[in-house]
């Protein structure tokens, strides 16, 4: 067997107490089947049953005993064949042991590989662990158990333990429950064994690893701490996004009799100056261009390569920090596991020593990092500390990429304590809202947390697999409903919304919502009638349909809403500038028409202005605005309108009302302390 395959042997438990979750198991173990198919194809899988009424295996029929254990499959090359016999498994009418299965699938791998062959072995055993398992010959369980991990470990097999506790009842002897966790346990400390307890059809799907990934190294180099002290540390993934598989390009254009046939399709492509030439350019008379403005800049391979910026691996500690300065949404890519090098022994306690600290102190460090000599870029990110609680098991670090400034993203929102306390909730609305986000949490105490990230498949790949097992095997077959499982996972649970129905209309009751006739889809929205940040707010909003909005300049007669209509325009980038402009001039001709009406008028008009330069972050705009229109009422002795705007309270718009604003601070007159420029 090669290194990089695999030789499986499912162990699964079709006694009695297993029948009700049997048809998820079957689905589990199918999927794992198809997986393989499309990944791993000279993968090798054998499968064992127990606790069925006849025995068939080749330590019963050598030395006898064994009973209620059958071989459906010998190892072999994996199929579609193997994907039907495990989505039909026996239902046994006796308790199993799942001991005895267990050294007959160990049988089996050692028989098959023995313990030179390279590659990987792996038992994989399916089960409640509710049956009693029999004694001994000679000696206790423990040392039995401890036998057969030794062997396991010296015969390079590894084993993994899938323990259904779905469906526990008052039949079920708690004793012999405790008596197989813990013989169970054993194989942990012995050999290399994992058991996984899982209490529904969905943790059952995502706790057999469908694909196995070998640990591959990103790095193997120095941690250095100082120019004198250098740690030797490895790197690997830790999480890694699971893709669809690669889909290739399918010709049909070879003759039906060629068996031999690969169906692939090449592409060859041709550069030309233009389409009308028939002359290809050679790779060497091309070049690289970039776009700068209206023109493209040439840039040759030689000057591509001086511009790079030349590193040189390793890994540098920049410093520590406190742990709430590293937010969470700071980290970028995928996160990797450092850890020292285990040939190093010194480095193991230099690791362990550092993350001890850190994890006292609550702090990280911050690293730069370049992976390989010559590499392109330089990666900062965050060291957290991972304290093992295991002897066996070394200190290490989990790694995250931090970003540059150039990286983030910082939207700016008014802050919820400037609404009107019309828009905030009571304190019983507050309290539906609580029992609702009570009701649908994930991981109440006295269950098991749904949706574990370790046991939760990702559906859209697993329907993926299953729909091309069944393409496979027809090429008219229908896409197939979606499975109850799965559904759990993109649906909300109806159990809990029926049981907590009461909540559920408490808290629509609490917040009703009513249909305005007067909004329409796809439109802008603007407040109307108060000013902006105000606490009597007024909850009224005008939308305009972009689509229907072809105003384009600020009339005489209703020159709020022409406003509205054009500063809401996104059929153009010059519309909002043209739409401000157009109002400074309409509010500066009613001012110097100098009646009360046109008065009243411009007021209005200028309440708009400082609501649309607030919606679309404008405040030089208006402030600028609003100063002039201060020193032209003085200039020409309107004081009337002076007092007329005062009273109104019409400030300039503040950094809390929009983020690119010269004012520190509100006033209740046209004239506000400003952050002082400094002069050149």
Not at 269 to 278: L, N
Not at 431 to 452: C, F, G, I, Q, T
Request: glycine share 4%; net charge negative.
């Amino acid at each position: 067997m090669a290194r990089n395959r695999e030789g499986l042997v499912l162990l699964v438990d079709v006694g009695p107490a297993m029948h009700s979750v049997l048809p998820d198991v079957e689905k589990t173990c199918s999927l794992l089947m198809q997986k393989k198919i499309i990944y791993n194809k000279f993968d090798e899988v054998g499968i064992v049953v127990f606790g069925t009424q006849e025995t068939e295996n080749e330590l019963a029929r050598d030395i006898g005993g064994y009973d209620n254990v059958c071989v459906l499959r010998d190892i072999k090359v994996v199929d579609e064949f193997v994907v039907d016999r495990v989505k039909r498994l026996p239902r046994g009418p006796v308790a199993g042991d799942f001991l005895d299965a267990l050294i007959v699938g160990m049988d089996m791998l050692i028989k098959k590989y023995g313990a030179a062959e390279r590659g990987k072995k792996r038992l994989c055993l399916i089960t409640n662990a509710a049956c009693p398992t029999k004694d001994p010959f000679e000696g206790t369980k423990d040392e039995q158990v401890s036998t057969i991990a030794v062997k396991m470990a010296a015969e390079g097999i590894k084993m993994e333990s899938i323990v259904m506790r779905a469906d526990a009842s008052g039949d079920i002897d708690e004793k012999i429950i405790e008596e197989n966790d813990h013989l169970l346990s054993l194989f942990s400390t012995n050999a290399i064994a994992k058991t996984v307890y899982v209490e529904s059809p969905l943790s059952l799907l995502g706790s057999l690893k469908t694909r196995r990934v070998a640990p591959v190294t990103l790095f193997r180099g120095d941690l250095e701490i100082n120019p004198s002290m250098k740690i030797k540390v490895w790197i690997y993934k830790k999480v890694a996004e699971e893709r669809l598989p690669t889909l290739k390009m399918y010709s049909d254009k070879a003759p039906p009799s060629d068996k031999f046939a690969k169906h692939e399709v090449k592409i060859d492509y041709d550069y030309k100056v233009t389409e009308e030439t028939s002359e290809v350019l050679a790779p060497e008379e091309r070049i690289k261009g970039f776009r700068y403005g209206p023109h493209v800049i040439p840039v040759s391979p030689d000057e591509m390569e001086t511009l790079k910026f030349k590193t040189e691996k390793g890994m540098k500690l920049l410093g520590f920090t406190d742990a709430s300065n590293i937010l969470r949404h700071y980290y970028m890519k995928d996160v990797n596991l450092v850890v020292p090098d285990p040939s190093k022994e010194k480095s193991v306690i230099a690791v362990s020593a550092i993350a001890r600290e850190m994890k006292q102190t609550n702090k990280v460090a911050i690293v730069r990092c370049v992976w390989r000599n010559g590499q392109g870029n330089v990666v900062v990110g965050v060291l957290t500390p991972n304290v093992s609680e295991r002897d066996d098991t070394p200190d290490s670090f989990y790694f995250n990429v931090l970003p540059f400034a150039e990286d983030i993203r910082e939207f700016p929102f008014p802050s919820f304590s400037r609404f009107p306390a019309s828009w905030k909730p009571d304190e019983q609305q507050q309290a539906v809202a609580d029992n609702l986000v009570k009701m649908l949490d994930l991981a109440p105490s006295p269950k098991e947390e749904v949706l574990k990230p370790e046991l939760t498949p990702n559906p859209v790949l697993q329907r993926f697999y299953e729909y091309l097992d069944l393409k496979s095997r027809s090429t008219d077959a229908a896409l197939p409903p979606m499975d109850e499982a799965f559904k759990r996972i993109m649906e909300q649970d109806t159990e809990i919304s029926s049981t907590n129905k009461s909540i559920t209309d408490s808290f629509r009751g609490s917040f009703e919502v009513k249909e305005n006739p007067k909004l329409r889809k796809a439109s802008k929205r603007l407040l109307r009638d108060k000013p902006s940040g105000s606490d009597d707010e007024d909850s009224r909003m005008i939308t305009y349909n972009a689509n229907e909005n072809s105003i384009d300049t600020v009339g005489d007669a209703n020159p709020v809403q022409d406003f509205e209509a054009m500063i809401s325009r996104r059929d153009g980038n010059d519309w909002i500038d043209k739409a401000i402009s157009e109002m400074k001039k309409r509010i500066v001709k009613l001012v110097e028409d100098s009646t009360t009406d046109e008065g009243d008028k411009a007021l209005e008009c200028l309440l708009a202005l400082r609501k649309g330069c607030v919606l679309e972050q404008e405040p030089k705009q208006f402030n600028e605005f609003l100063n002039h229109l201060h020193e032209l009422c003085q200039e020409r002795k309107l004081s009337h309108f002076l007092e007329h705007f005062t009273s109104k309270k019409i400030t300039l718009i503040p950094k809390s009302e929009a983020a690119d604003s010269d004012v520190v601070e509100e006033a209740g007159d046209f004239t506000v302390k400003q952050e002082p420029k400094l002069e050149s």
